[in-house]
């Protein structure tokens, strides 16, 4: 068992069983599946995010591995990329507790909360009319290349997101955001890898999915030149030349994915 409590969790639950402490936890529910539930509660006046996963059985996890897809076991997966994150400096979530009882993968009992992040914007939301309402150029391009820098600097220190798009990239709008001053965090991190290195088939991924994520907002071919430069750190002509191959396949893989996402969500798709 693993279990690692700050405040104000620490007074709170202390001498009693965190587990069994956590599942009595109230507040606005986000998700509720079988093997996971998360919802945001308040204690002591502040907001935090609570993500329980109480096991998804050896039934799911074996359709998951037939259909390629690496299972969320638990929450460990987002507690270490969190200590990860934040040891790159890579701005996320702060974690204050973490719990997690039995050796069963498939009847594991975790969870992790989460300082609430407030308040923010998604880049999703931010960006929306961007299209119809272009942004303040120099704030784009100062947005753009945090996101690319981030983005790197998470694939640097060994963590890749399984969830990589502009909606999980929060601005913090306690303050007016200039192109001078602003603050983004990288949030929603249960599906993230951590190993020594990232291999080249999980970053491109995720670079796919965030290049998907943001084709519909008006960004033009010299903001995604702008992405590449801050993202691989060299010379735009030297990545150009030697990355040919990938660019080629961003631009097939998020064509896909677009498709598929008109094709299920689009007015009038079939469901």
Not at 88 to 96: F, N
Not at 209 to 234: M, P, V
Request: aromatic residues 8%; glycine residues 6%; hydrophobic residues 45%.
């Amino acid at each position: 068992m693993q279990l690692i409590l700050a405040e104000p969790f620490k007074s709170l639950w202390a001498g009693r069983d965190a587990f069994a402490e956590v599942e009595r936890l109230e507040g606005l529910v986000y998700r509720e599946l079988e093997g996971r539930r998360t919802l945001r509660t308040e204690v002591a006046g502040r907001g935090y995010f609570v993500k329980i996963h109480r096991g998804i059985g050896w039934g799911e996890i074996v359709k998951n591995l037939l259909s390629a897809k690496l299972p969320v076991l638990g929450a460990a997966q987002e507690w270490a990329a969190i200590q990860r994150l934040t040891a790159a400096g890579v701005p996320t979530m702060t974690a204050v507790a973490f719990g997690e009882r039995g050796r069963n993968p498939a009847a594991q009992h975790s969870f992790i909360i989460t300082e609430e992040l407030a308040p923010t914007v998604s880049l999703e939301d931010f960006s929306r009319d961007w299209r119809d309402t272009p942004p303040e150029p120099r704030l784009k391009r100062a947005l753009i290349q945090r996101v690319a820098e981030m983005l790197g600097a998470m694939h640097r220190a060994g963590v890749n997101h399984r969830d990589c798009y502009i909606c999980h990239f929060l601005l913090h709008t306690d303050k007016v955001v200039t192109a001078d001053d602003f603050r983004l965090s990288v949030i929603d991190l249960h599906r993230a890898q951590t190993r020594a290195q990232v291999p080249t088939r999980w970053r491109n991924k995720d670079l796919a999915a965030l290049y998907f994520s943001a084709l519909d907002i008006g960004l033009t071919r010299r903001d995604a030149l702008r992405f590449l430069k801050s993202y691989f750190q060299r010379p735009l002509r030297e990545t150009l030349q030697g990355e040919a191959a990938l660019l080629g396949w961003l631009e097939r893989k998020a064509a896909r994915l677009h498709a598929r996402y008109l094709r299920k969500y689009a007015p009038g798709a079939s469901a």
